[in-house]
């Protein structure tokens, strides 16, 4: 119980040093968490400027705007402001030499002169030329009832007469005017917003210049373009310090806590955004009580865990009674990690076996995957006539079966492939390396490659069984012809003395009866009763005498005459059917 305590003694400070160093850890992170959201939102504002800033470029070198055509200038900018479809870019505009808008996607805009507006004086200068220049502290005034005032600033570019068109007179060189895109910054800072952080809100969010300009503010919209610096009577209605506010101004990089008038201390970070000459400073600020929440939860966490250090210690005792039978189980899961072993041993074994019966297979083995050969043992390389496995290893599947059988063996794979069932038996004809044809009995089943679903083909070489089958059909046509051809009565009959084969002048001899009904019948079928004994004598006669060969000829003597009406030659030679019955 001593050791007890004092473990649990130095558990419990250690515990409340953890717990300290956790909420340090808790607050670094939070600020840093907070920081991050920041730079991704200036990145992701400064992404959505890129596009509208070359879109003001490439428009700048319209011919129709350089040359200022009205009409097809017109026309160039509505196309160009339609096509983009970005609802944050608000207007095109296009001024003249003077300052004056000469055309715009904003039809009220038209006609008003911006000659001595910071943006015009720096498009006139040279240097400028081809450059960028972002002006600040525009506010929209939308006629919509429900929706406040909001910041705008534009994208402008100088406009030199410098592309060269036939519809007009030789470019002059000379600044014409200026281009400019109006982007409302509150809807790109709606539309990101969501992306960046499930518990952040846009109320969260305001940013100011660095002369401090509010630029944009979801929770005060009448503060949109007014200086933070002049506070009036209504400011501190709110705010008891603007303290936090000259920090953020100065350091223009950090974090800063402040109180507003009966509200929750907050922790506002902030972060700096250049673009082009534009220089702003986004803030973040949420509650200090969404930090202090967490904090809490790690003092929850850290009771926890004292609870159950002293669980633990209460349970050592039963966990020590129960050492023996963790050995026992550690025993246990070694002899199956032996045994683990010793089944992946016997695999590699099997798979030994097997790669060397493919290898020595007298037949085709092949496997295709994703239609092309991928193995092939040494039987499919000489029946196909190749050197060497490279040599077929990556070909199309289909390159090596004959044309007229291709659609048949796809039909067999893919089948095989979507049901993972074998395909029978079947004959198909291959082609070798050097083209020519031979023939084949294969079966296909479904296997795997590299994880891959792929088909294995196993064939043997038919090419000289079918010849032999094909001379032996010439042969056995060349019987029939010859006999079909004698005038004597021929007929072979099995064991069971049922026909098998006759020729026409045994057709004639039994009544006439066609070839079809006498086949596969007996003579009691066929002949009368007073004429089948004496054939049947003479039959089981020839039968019953051992030997593969026995001949017997019988004699039929006219009773009243002597003389011989027919003579009966019967034969015993042993012969099988295609199904190998004698």
Same mark, same amino acid.
């Given at each position: 119980?001593?050791?007890?305590?004092?473990?649990?003694?130095?558990?419990?400070?250690?515990?409340?040093?953890?717990?300290?160093?956790?909420?340090?850890?808790?607050?670094?992170?939070?600020?840093?968490?907070?920081?991050?959201?920041?730079?991704?939102?200036?990145?992701?504002?400064?992404?959505?400027?890129?596009?509208?800033?070359?879109?003001?470029?490439?428009?700048?070198?319209?011919?129709?705007?350089?040359?200022?055509?009205?009409?097809?200038?017109?026309?160039?900018?509505?196309?160009?402001?339609?096509?983009?479809?970005?609802?944050?870019?608000?207007?095109?505009?296009?001024?003249?030499?003077?300052?004056?808008?000469?055309?715009?996607?904003?039809?009220?805009?038209?006609?008003?002169?911006?000659?001595?507006?910071?943006?015009?004086?720096?498009?006139?200068?040279?240097?400028?030329?081809?450059?960028?220049?972002?002006?600040?502290?525009?506010?929209?005034?939308?006629?919509?009832?429900?929706?406040?005032?909001?910041?705008?600033?534009?994208?402008?570019?100088?406009?030199?007469?410098?592309?060269?068109?036939?519809?007009?007179?030789?470019?002059?060189?000379?600044?014409?005017?200026?281009?400019?895109?109006?982007?409302?910054?509150?809807?790109?800072?709606?539309?990101?917003?969501?992306?960046?952080?499930?518990?952040?809100?846009?109320?969260?969010?305001?940013?100011?210049?660095?002369?401090?300009?509010?630029?944009?503010?979801?929770?005060?919209?009448?503060?949109?373009?007014?200086?933070?610096?002049?506070?009036?009577?209504?400011?501190?209605?709110?705010?008891?310090?603007?303290?936090?506010?000259?920090?953020?101004?100065?350091?223009?990089?950090?974090?800063?806590?402040?109180?507003?008038?009966?509200?929750?201390?907050?922790?506002?970070?902030?972060?700096?955004?250049?673009?082009?000459?534009?220089?702003?400073?986004?803030?973040?600020?949420?509650?200090?009580?969404?930090?202090?929440?967490?904090?809490?939860?790690?003092?929850?966490?850290?009771?926890?865990?004292?609870?159950?250090?002293?669980?633990?210690?209460?349970?050592?005792?039963?966990?020590?009674?129960?050492?023996?039978?963790?050995?026992?189980?550690?025993?246990?899961?070694?002899?199956?990690?032996?045994?683990?072993?010793?089944?992946?041993?016997?695999?590699?074994?099997?798979?030994?076996?097997?790669?060397?019966?493919?290898?020595?297979?007298?037949?085709?083995?092949?496997?295709?995957?994703?239609?092309?050969?991928?193995?092939?043992?040494?039987?499919?390389?000489?029946?196909?006539?190749?050197?060497?496995?490279?040599?077929?290893?990556?070909?199309?599947?289909?390159?090596?079966?004959?044309?007229?059988?291709?659609?048949?063996?796809?039909?067999?794979?893919?089948?095989?492939?979507?049901?993972?069932?074998?395909?029978?038996?079947? #004959?198909?004809? @291959? /082609? !070798?390396?050097?083209?020519? *044809? &031979?023939?084949? =009995?294969? +079966? $296909?089943?479904?296997?795997?490659?590299?994880?891959?679903?792929?088909?294995?083909?196993?064939?043997?070489?038919?090419?000289?069984?079918?010849?032999?089958?094909?001379?032996?059909?010439? #042969?056995?046509? @060349? /019987? !029939?012809?010859?006999?079909? *051809? &004698?005038?004597? =009565?021929? +007929? $072979?009959?099995?064991?069971?003395?049922?026909?098998?084969?006759?020729?026409?002048?045994?057709?004639?001899?039994?009544?006439?009866?066609?070839?079809?009904?006498?086949?596969?019948?007996?003579?009691?079928? @066929?002949?009368?009763?007073?004429?089948?004994?004496?054939?049947?004598?003479?039959?089981?006669?020839?039968?019953?005498?051992?030997?593969?060969?026995?001949?017997?000829?019988?004699?039929?003597?006219?009773?009243?005459?002597?003389?011989?009406?027919?003579?009966?030659?019967?034969?015993?030679?042993?012969?099988?059917?295609?199904?190998?019955?004698?």
């Amino acid at each position: 119980m001593l050791v007890a305590a004092t473990i649990l003694a130095v558990t419990v400070l250690l515990i409340n040093n953890l717990y300290q160093a956790n909420e340090n850890a808790v607050n670094d992170r939070f600020r840093e968490h907070q920081s991050l959201v920041g730079r991704h939102l200036g990145q992701q504002i400064e992404q959505s400027l890129r596009d509208p800033s070359r879109d003001v470029q490439v428009l700048s070198g319209y011919a129709s705007i350089q040359h200022r055509d009205t009409e097809v200038m017109t026309a160039d900018i509505h196309e160009w402001f339609n096509l983009q479809n970005r609802d944050y870019v608000k207007a095109i505009s296009v001024y003249d030499a003077k300052g004056t808008i000469i055309c715009s996607t904003t039809e009220e805009a038209t006609g008003q002169n911006h000659s001595n507006s910071d943006f015009f004086q720096w498009a006139t200068r040279k240097e400028n030329k081809g450059k960028l220049f972002i002006s600040s502290l525009i506010r929209a005034e939308d006629n919509h009832s429900d929706r406040p005032p909001s910041f705008r600033f534009l994208i402008v570019t100088p406009v030199y007469q410098e592309t060269f068109d036939s519809r007009y007179r030789t470019p002059g060189h000379e600044f014409v005017g200026v281009l400019t895109a109006a982007i409302d910054l509150d809807e790109i800072v709606d539309a990101f917003i969501p992306m960046l952080s499930t518990n952040l809100t846009k109320e969260q969010v305001w940013i100011m210049d660095t002369v401090g300009s509010v630029l944009t503010h979801s929770k005060h919209p009448e503060m949109i373009s007014r200086n933070i610096r002049r506070q009036d009577e209504t400011c501190m209605q709110c705010h008891i310090s603007f303290d936090y506010i000259d920090t953020i101004l100065a350091e223009r990089q950090g974090t800063v806590e402040y109180a507003l008038r009966e509200q929750p201390r907050k922790l506002a970070t902030f972060v700096p955004f250049r673009y082009e000459n534009a220089s702003w400073i986004i803030v973040v600020n949420v509650p200090l009580d969404v930090v202090s929440g967490l904090l809490q939860k790690q003092k929850a966490l850290a009771i926890l865990l004292i609870g159950a250090m002293l669980i633990v210690l209460a349970g050592a005792f039963v966990m020590f009674n129960r050492s023996n039978r963790l050995m026992i189980r550690a025993q246990e899961e070694a002899k199956q990690w032996r045994e683990k072993r010793e089944l992946e041993n016997r695999i590699r074994e099997s798979e030994e076996h097997y790669r060397q019966l493919v290898e020595s297979s007298p037949d085709l083995i092949a496997v295709c995957c994703e239609e092309k050969i991928v193995f092939v043992n040494a039987a499919a390389v000489h029946l196909l006539g190749a050197t060497s496995t490279d040599e077929l290893i990556g070909k199309p599947a289909l390159e090596i079966v004959y044309p007229d059988d291709r659609e048949m063996a796809k039909s067999r794979m893919a089948g095989v492939l979507a049901e993972g069932k074998p395909a029978p038996m079947a #004959e198909e004809r @291959l /082609l !070798r390396v050097d083209g020519n *044809a &031979i023939d084949v =009995e294969d +079966a $296909v089943t479904f296997t795997t490659h590299l994880g891959k679903p792929a088909v294995q083909v196993v064939g043997r070489d038919t090419t000289e069984r079918k010849r032999i089958g094909r001379r032996l059909e010439e #042969e056995r046509n @060349l /019987l !029939r012809t010859i006999i079909e *051809a &004698i005038p004597d =009565e021929i +007929a $072979v009959k099995d064991v069971e003395r049922r026909f098998l084969v006759v020729n026409p002048a045994t057709v004639r001899a039994l009544n006439g009866a066609s070839a079809e009904e006498i086949i596969g019948k007996r003579d009691e079928d @066929l002949i009368p009763e007073h004429l089948l004994k004496e054939a049947k004598w003479e039959e089981n006669a020839v039968l019953a005498v051992g030997g593969h060969t026995q001949n017997r000829v019988a004699d039929k003597v006219d009773p009243e005459t002597g003389e011989i009406e027919r003579s009966l030659l019967i034969s015993k030679i042993p012969l099988k059917d295609s199904n190998g019955k004698i």
